[in-house]
Structure formats: structure tokens, C-alpha cells
């Protein structure tokens, strides 16, 4: 006759503590808010940055030539562009680690506020991130004429294609990744 070990009885009061300390580990995504209401302010400074940049070039319109002008609207986009990458990030991120966003009652929020996962998220960063290098090339290169810089414009270049190959390489694995049962 064999005897039946007897069944695993968990000790209360271990339970408890353990109930208790994963308690304090998912609650410690609220941490991150602050995070995320620095990132609103900081959206903040970025409008008064636009708005400086705007007059600026509103003033000097008019005596201006053609690629001051491009540089200038250039200049604007940019920092729209820095906008949105802020953005993205406070809501994506909100939603991801920190609390479910209700949109209800909100018919005019964009559908992709809460419906961004990890690996979109990722991928916009990145698109935001490569526009926004591409801007900075673009500028030097609508500048090459007032100021070469061959050093400077390698690296600014050489940055870029650093940045466009990473979000070619973070879409195919993402890809790969999602063929293969992953996110």
C-alpha cells in the first residue's frame, strides 16, 4: 500500500505577503505619471518654442529668400514634428503602463490613442524620430551654400541612416515576429 502524500497547503500568512508585495509592484506603475504630466509641460515649452519661431518668421518674411523661407517652415515642422513625438509617447505610454483610457464621451479622439500596442508605439517613435533627423539633414543641406560643413554634414547624414536602418530593422522583426506568433 503506498501512501498518498498529502496535498500543498500554502502558509497564510506567506499569502498574504506575497499578495501584499504584488500589490505594491502593480501599483507602482502610477509612478510613471508624473513622468507623463512632465511630458504635458514639456509640450507646453515646445508650443512657446513654435510660437517664438512663428513670429520670428512671420517678421522676416518678407525681406527673406526662397531657402530662408524653406528653412524656416523647415524649422517649424520640425518642432510640430517633436509635438507629436511627445504626444505619442504620453498617451501611448499612459495607456500601455499605467492606466486604460476611457474615450468615451470623446467622439473627436483619434482612434489610435488607445489602441497603440508596445510594438506600435515603436514603430511611430521611430518614424517621428527618422522624419524629424531628415528634417535636421535637409535644413543643412538647404544651408550648404551660407555654411558647409563637410564634417558636420557627414554625421548629420550618418546619424539619419543610422536611424532609417534601425526602423527598417525594427519593422522586420516586428513583422517576423508577428508571423511567428509573437505580439
Not at 500596442?117 to 517621428?128: T, V
Request: net charge negative; proline share 5%; charged share 15%.
Amino acid at each position: 500500500m503506498s501512501e498518498e502524500p498529502a496535498p500543498y497547503r500554502p502558509n497564510p500568512t506567506l499569502k498574504r505577503v506575497e499578495n501584499g508585495f504584488e500589490s505594491v509592484i502593480f501599483n507602482s506603475r502610477w509612478l510613471m505619471a508624473p513622468f507623463y504630466f512632465g511630458l504635458v509641460i514639456s509640450l507646453a515649452v515646445l508650443l512657446l518654442k513654435f510660437c517664438m519661431l512663428l513670429w520670428e518668421f512671420i517678421i522676416h518674411a518678407p525681406g527673406s529668400s526662397e531657402s530662408d523661407i524653406i528653412l524656416g517652415v523647415l524649422s517649424l515642422i520640425d518642432v510640430s514634428l517633436t509635438g507629436n513625438l511627445v504626444l505619442i509617447v504620453v498617451f501611448s505610454g499612459y495607456e500601455n503602463f499605467v492606466s486604460k483610457i476611457d474615450p468615451g464621451g470623446h467622439p473627436d479622439w483619434p482612434d489610435w490613442m488607445t489602441k497603440i500596442n508596445f510594438g506600435g508605439l515603436k514603430q511611430k517613435l521611430l518614424a517621428s524620430i527618422v522624419a524629424i533627423s531628415a528634417i535636421q539633414v535637409l535644413k543643412a543641406f538647404m544651408n550648404i551654400d551660407t555654411v558647409f560643413d563637410a564634417q558636420k554634414l557627414a554625421w548629420l547624414v550618418g546619424v539619419h541612416l543610422v536611424f532609417v536602418v534601425s526602423a527598417f530593422m525594427l519593422a522586420l522583426s516586428d513583422r517576423w515576429g508577428s508571423d511567428h506568433g509573437g505580439e
